[in-house]
């Protein structure tokens, strides 16, 4: 495990910074706390709360944007940042201003669902170097800044205005108070002062800042009802949490320690600790932290996903299925989770464990068909079996959301070759060969 974690780091230090540092972070509570503390303000936006996504990336600069497709892209430097979470929720009224009125299209050319994923997920990478897809990994790790992130939209003053005004009322309707707004817009323009060049602020650089906006909004806000109302305290525990394990993940392990320190012992220390010692290389400190967490609430999913995933991580194959059964068992509609195990059960080449395997990822994929480290399991499943049209065509799907073009073309036209016309898998693996195909003519179009 240390070999792979020391890859990692290899293959971070290789790439380019920018690439590195804007790769998509997936995590299954991450995602949900998303969605929890924005269903409100996306259903007062006049939005449908299944089509708005929130993507985390990977990234120290305190930054939100949004893009095309209705999609809130959040740094995790501004979740670092923020203190609470109305603070975040704030900021997520304002960006779906920008959604609802359509400041959102510029860089979405071309861009496909395919196109947008690159996944890091928060152990992800590697465990897929961990199975032997060097390669997969790799492209996980660059890819970040494909499609969605290498611009921003800078807005104008003028509708910066505007974006918030129609932020406060969407705080307003879900009845959220705008405090943390406020909180928040005067944490970076202290910031953008204290700074000669604010080098790390993003946001302020795409969203201009003004006092007369600040005080603009205080106006609104202040009347509002909902003023004086303190965040829902449940969560708030989950923002602590999320923060902690973010933490955990993207700072260095000796800054972690110093804001999390032995001795505390809240969820979040114990997340934030248990990721920085399994980063640089310590399972069984890592175990201690995974296993303090579970010993609080022992049928936390999230807490045994981590303890699984720390195990699994570990070498620990057969004692990692047990726990990530139990999260499965807690998070049945959870694919991240399911995967997890997926990929446990996987590991351990036991026949009758293959046979588990594989519905529990065929569920994961109807769940979210967006993530190449189940297709990529789900491939050695059908490999294994002697399968290899479906072998292929996962492989295809994969390479799809990777957006290897040439590798998703090869593997789908050998999948189509070999599956009986007209069937579902045949007609799957034809339109993979036709997004590919439009892929790979814009690629030769682009060098001549
Ligand atoms: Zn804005």
Redesign the pocket.
């Known amino acids: 495990m240390r070999a792979f974690l020391a890859l990692l780091a290899i293959l971070l230090t290789l790439l380019p910074g920018p690439a590195v540092a804007q790769s998509i972070l997936r995590d299954a509570e991450t995602e949900a706390f998303f969605r929890d503390i924005s269903r409100d303000l996306v259903l007062a936006a006049g939005l449908e709360p299944n089509n708005v996504h929130f993507i985390l990336v990977g990234d120290n600069s305190i930054n939100a944007f949004v893009t095309g497709g209705q999609n809130v892209f959040i740094h995790s430097g501004l979740i670092i940042a923020a203190d609470n979470v109305n603070e975040l929720q704030g900021v997520i009224a ?1 960006e779906l201003g ?1 959604i609802a009125a359509g400041h959102n299209v510029r860089f979405n050319e071309g861009a496909g669902p395919a196109s947008r994923i690159s996944i890091l997920s928060l152990i992800g990478a590697v465990a897929a170097m961990a199975a032997g897809a060097g390669e997969a990994g790799m492209a996980i790790l660059g890819m970040g800044q494909t499609a969605a992130m290498g611009k921003f939209l800078a ?1 104008t003053r003028d509708q ?1 205005s505007r ?1 918030d005004q129609a932020g406060a009322v969407f705080l307003s309707k879900a009845g959220i108070s705008g405090r943390g707004s406020i909180d928040f817009f005067k944490k970076l323009q202290n910031q953008e002062f204290r700074l000669a060049i604010p080098q790390n602020n993003e946001y302020v650089r795409t ?1 201009p800042l003004s006092g007369t906006r600040i005080s603009n909004l205080l106006a609104v806000y202040e009347k509002d009802a909902a003023w004086n109302k303190p965040a829902d305290p449940r969560l708030q525990a989950r923002f602590e949490r999320i923060k902690g394990k973010l933490i955990g993940f993207v700072e260095e392990p000796r800054i972690v320690m110093q804001k999390y320190p032995d001795g505390v012992n809240t969820p979040a220390a114990l997340y934030a600790r248990a990721y920085a010692w399994h980063r640089s290389g310590y399972p069984d400190q890592a175990m201690a932290n995974a296993a303090q967490l579970v010993a609080k609430a022992p049928d936390d999913p999230f807490f045994l996903e981590l303890q699984g995933q720390i195990l699994l991580e570990s070498g620990k194959v057969d004692d990692a299925i047990p726990v990530l059964r139990h999260a499965a068992d807690r998070a049945p509609f959870e694919p991240m989770i399911l995967t997890l195990l997926g990929h446990a059960l996987v590991s351990s080449e036991t026949p009758a464990l293959q046979t588990e395997a594989e519905p529990l990822l065929k569920k994961s994929v109807a769940l979210d068909r967006e993530n190449p480290f189940t297709w990529y399991q789900l491939g050695v499943i059908y490999d294994r079996r002697g399968d290899k049209p479906r072998a292929a065509l996962a492989a295809a799907e994969r390479f799809s959301l990777e957006g290897n073009a040439m590798g998703a073309m090869m593997n789908a036209r050998l999948a189509r070759a070999a599956l009986p016309a007209g069937s579902p898998d045949f007609i799957r693996a034809d339109d993979i060969m036709m997004v590919a195909g439009d892929a790979l003519e814009q690629q030769k179009k682009k060098k001549r």
């Open positions: 304002h920008h807005f910066e974006t969203h």
